[in-house]
């Protein structure tokens, strides 16, 4: 018996064309679920089909914007029709602007809550009556450091993330009596396309100093990589986490454990 084991289980994973939704995607799908993901464009759902098929994967794209609740309604009954009953929503999508406070407009902070909280409201909203219905369901918000702490630049980002963690105990606090499990998984600081800007090399080819600053702060000593959050996105999504739920798994290096080195 592998408690890991996903076969059979159909998976939504909200922007899973690339990078960390693409690397959870993989890892659904390498432990047997049916992967489906959305994206805005149909350029990313090629793409996004592609970065599977280049795996020995065949991953479902669909284009749906995550802040449109008739869009993701409309796109849970099709993958329903397609697929069968979402067993997971992994609340993947997100963006972040990072602009000093005093000069981040209203339409920004509004934009950047809109869908990394709102969304997954959206989402999860559309497949909670499915998994009701079917008597089990996986939610996986994926929160971020900023659901912790906060950083200059980052008022919107922080605001929703902390808000995601909140969505995330609220709903294991209403649907746990229905065996629905929501867990967030916090990313530490992930080398990808979102954060390249804090690791870009300076004019004198030395580090940026936030890198430099990131490297001090984790013990593991490094960024770390998309793959790093599959194991726990396998786990949260399968029966091995049956009686986990609210909670927050941080996949950071240790960086929340660690007060950081001495300068
Ligand atoms: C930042 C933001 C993100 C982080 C990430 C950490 O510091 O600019 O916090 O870009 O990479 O979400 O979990």
Not at 195 to 216: C, M, N, V, Y
């Amino acid at each position: 018996m592998n408690m890991f084991d996903l076969t059979g289980k159909v998976a939504l994973v909200t922007g899973g064309a690339h990078s960390i939704g693409f690397a959870i995607g993989k890892g659904l799908a390498q432990a047997g679920a049916t992967v489906c993901f959305n994206c805005t464009s149909e350029g990313s759902r090629v793409r996004g089909e592609a970065n599977y098929a280049a795996e020995g994967i065949t991953a479902y794209g669909y284009v749906a914007n995550v802040t449109s609740e008739e869009e993701m309604n409309a796109l849970v009954a099709k993958i329903r029709e397609e697929h069968g009953i979402i067993d997971i929503l992994v609340n993947n999508a997100g963006i972040i602007k990072r602009i000093p406070m005093l000069e981040m407009s209203v339409a920004d902070f509004r934009e950047v809550v809109d869908v990394d909280l709102n969304a997954p409201f959206i989402c999860a909203k559309a497949v909670l009556p499915g998994m009701l219905e079917k008597g089990h369901g996986k939610i996986i918000n994926v929160c971020s450091m900023m659901s912790e702490l906060g950083r200059e630049t980052v008022a919107g980002y922080a605001a929703a993330k902390g808000g995601l963690k909140m969505l995330t105990k609220n709903i294991c606090s209403e649907f746990g009596g229905a065996n629905i499990q929501c867990n967030g998984i916090g990313p530490g600081y992930i080398a990808t396309q979102q954060t390249a800007p804090l690791r870009e090399k300076q004019p004198d080819g030395s580090r940026h100093p936030f890198d430099q600053f990131i490297i001090g702060k984790t013990p593991a000593g490094r960024w770390g990589e998309a793959e790093d959050l599959a194991g726990p996105a396998v786990f949260l999504a399968s029966d091995a986490s049956n009686f986990v739920n609210g909670h927050i798994l941080y996949v950071d290096g240790g960086i929340l454990a660690y007060i950081g080195k001495q300068p």
